[in-house]
């Protein structure tokens, strides 16, 4: 098993471009693992890219590629329908008045070199307007003029019948209140516009970032997200807009957090050092390459028992136990979320939300 696991990461760095081969042709088991490994990670499309460009004598077994080929091609198909609902999507609520941004998915997409094989989620767009008039304009657009699926940030906007959309009242959130008053700041600066469909460099060197860190404490994150935090990083900064940069990491306690994901990306995709914002910290990026390998993509493979999550109760002590599980690496926020479940939960419920 740790010799799939090598080989899938020398795997993705051919796929990157930064090798040209494996360091030994894998065993048709070995293969097999690897596979799955992609598909953990919702890297499939991705690593087939590396595939492609691997030796004819280290490739996988004929019946594999086959497979693997059929599974890119349905990456790619579907991504042509997530542009489409994309463009939809913005044309729709600023057609409404609103000035949009799309938050991470098909905008971070555009990063990579060949995008359509980046494995597409649902539709995050960032509305201005604020909570009130977003929550207005929600109900009015429902038959029975209620919100679905609310939660701090964002609400679930039925739109299209094969495509999730979340409206974002906030790109995202920390449950620490002080550091969420700041990351309010930070997103002040760069407000939703109509002159470009996505956010700039400069938001998403904080906002992936901080995207990742929510999913690690969450239910997992994998290399998906990871990946899209070094294509960000790739697209390079001058001194000052490092300079920027580093200033809202301390601000918003997150350098540490930034430190790990410098050293899983320089370990699994040879980050260029000229593209750190900081320094790696190798203890940190070990414990979160463990959870990235536990977890996988959004937390689906996670095999430890943190209870269940049927009940607004059970979620509660689940959520207990992951934070205990991170509280000596992240404290800053990870002591305020028992706090800050509680008070959704009540907010949810006094507004009328109905919290499931």
Not at 15 to 30: F, H, I, K, N, Q
Not at 40 to 49: I, S, W
Not at 114 to 127: F, T, V
């Amino acid at each position: 098993m740790y010799k799939a696991l090598t080989l899938f990461f020398e795997l993705i760095k051919v796929s990157l471009g930064v090798r040209d081969a494996l360091s030994a042709a894998p065993t048709a088991e070995e293969w097999k693992r690897i596979f799955f490994l992609a598909r953990k990670q919702t890297l499939v499309g991705v690593c087939f890219t590396g595939v492609e460009r691997l030796p004819a004598e280290q490739r996988p077994p004929k019946e594999l590629v086959l497979q693997w080929f059929a599974m890119t091609q349905q990456i790619e198909r579907r991504n042509l329908v997530m542009d489409q609902r994309t463009e939809q999507t913005t044309q729709f609520f600023r057609s409404h008045g609103f000035k949009t941004a799309v938050l991470k998915g098909q905008g971070i997409a555009q990063l990579y070199p060949r995008p359509e094989r980046r494995q597409s989620g649902d539709i995050d767009i960032w509305l201005d307007g604020g909570r009130e008039r977003i929550y207005a304009f929600a109900r009015s657009q429902d038959k029975d003029g209620k919100l679905y699926g609310v939660n701090y940030h964002h609400i679930h906007y039925h739109l299209f019948e094969d495509t999730e959309v979340e409206a974002h009242i906030y790109p995202s959130y920390l449950e620490n209140p002080f550091l969420n008053h700041q990351l309010h700041n930070f997103c002040r600066q760069y407000p939703p516009t109509n002159e470009a469909p996505t956010p700039s460099l400069a938001f998403n060197r904080i906002f992936i970032l901080l995207h990742c860190y929510n999913h690690l404490k969450g239910h997992g994150v994998g290399l998906r997200q990871v990946m899209d935090y070094y294509y960000v990083i790739m697209q390079g900064f001058s001194p000052k807009e490092k300079e920027e940069s580093l200033k809202w990491l301390k601000t918003l306690r997150l350098t540490t957090f930034a430190a790990a994901m410098t050293w899983v990306m320089d370990e699994l995709f040879d980050l260029p050092k000229d593209k750190w914002l900081v320094e790696p910290n190798e203890k940190e990026g070990r414990f979160l390459l463990e959870e990235i390998c536990q977890t996988g993509n959004m937390g689906h493979y996670d095999e430890r028992n943190w209870g269940s999550l049927k009940t607004p109760f059970s979620r509660f002590r689940y959520n207990l136990r992951r934070d205990t599980h991170f509280l000596f690496h992240y404290p800053d926020n990870v002591l305020w979320q028992p706090l800050f479940n509680v008070w959704l939960y009540a907010w949810r419920w006094c507004k009328g939300l109905n919290p499931e």
